[in-house]
Structures are given as C-alpha cells and as structure tokens.
Nanobody, 120 residues
Framework: EVQLVESGGGLVQPGESLRLSCAAS????????MTWVRQAPGKGLEWVSV????????YYADSVKSRFTISRDNAKNALYLQMNSLKTEDTAVYYC?????????????WGQGTLVTVSS
C-alpha cells in the first residue's frame, strides 16, 4: 500500500531552523513529483513547495521562498524540507503529498502530517 510518513516537527523559536522528512513506500517513488503543503491553526491548506521526480526542478510559495529548501533522495525514498529563519507565521501541520501521474496534477496520496510550532 502507498504510505507517506512525515517526521521532524517540533517546537522552535523564531529565527531557528528545522528539517522535515517524509518516508515513502508502496510505490515507485522516483517517478513522482512530490509536494509539501501546510495547514496553520484554524486555516485551510496552503501549498508550500514542489520538486519534480528527478529533483532537478523546484518551486516555492512566495511566503517561504529563500527560507525553505525542498529536496529528495530517490535512493532512500525520502523527501525533505529544510526550513530556515522560521517565523511564527510558519506554525502549522506540514504534510507531504504525491502528485498524481494523471493530467491535472491532483495530490493522490498524503501523509499524516507533522506539527511545527514556532514560538518564543
């Protein structure tokens, strides 16, 4: 079965860094584009970043550009999100998700999420 498991969340102070990981299994990881999305308390889902299947192309939301870096290790079936210069506004549950191979680019598989809390 397709499975995505996030880890690495926790409590940090503004300005500090955190690295999230997503372990994938049950599918051919190297053929899929992968995405990070987040949900802040009381708010809806927000797209954060995407990386293509090879790891060559990356895109970011304006709110995190220059602070976050998405990457992947296809040999380890792992997706990462390096978060630097964290702000209180980054507090959210972070999810990794798989982009569908079907036209339209729906996210067809999600992890359970990991909570990131940025507070002084």
């Amino acid at each position: 079965e397709v499975q995505l498991v996030e880890s690495g969340g926790g409590l940090v102070q503004p300005g500090e860094s955190l690295r999230l990981s997503c372990a994938a299994s049950g599918f051919t990881f190297s053929t899929y584009d992968m995405t990070w999305v987040r949900q802040a308390p009381g708010k809806g889902l927000e797209w954060v970043s995407v990386v293509d299947s090879s790891g060559s192309y990356t895109y970011y939301a304006d709110s995190v550009k220059s602070r976050f870096t998405i990457s992947r290790d296809n040999a380890k079936n792992a997706l990462y999100l390096q978060m630097n210069s964290l702000k209180t506004e980054d507090t959210a549950v972070y999810y990794c998700a798989r982009d569908s191979l079907v036209a339209g680019r729906a996210l067809d598989a999600w992890g359970q999420g990991t909570l990131v809390t940025v507070s002084s």
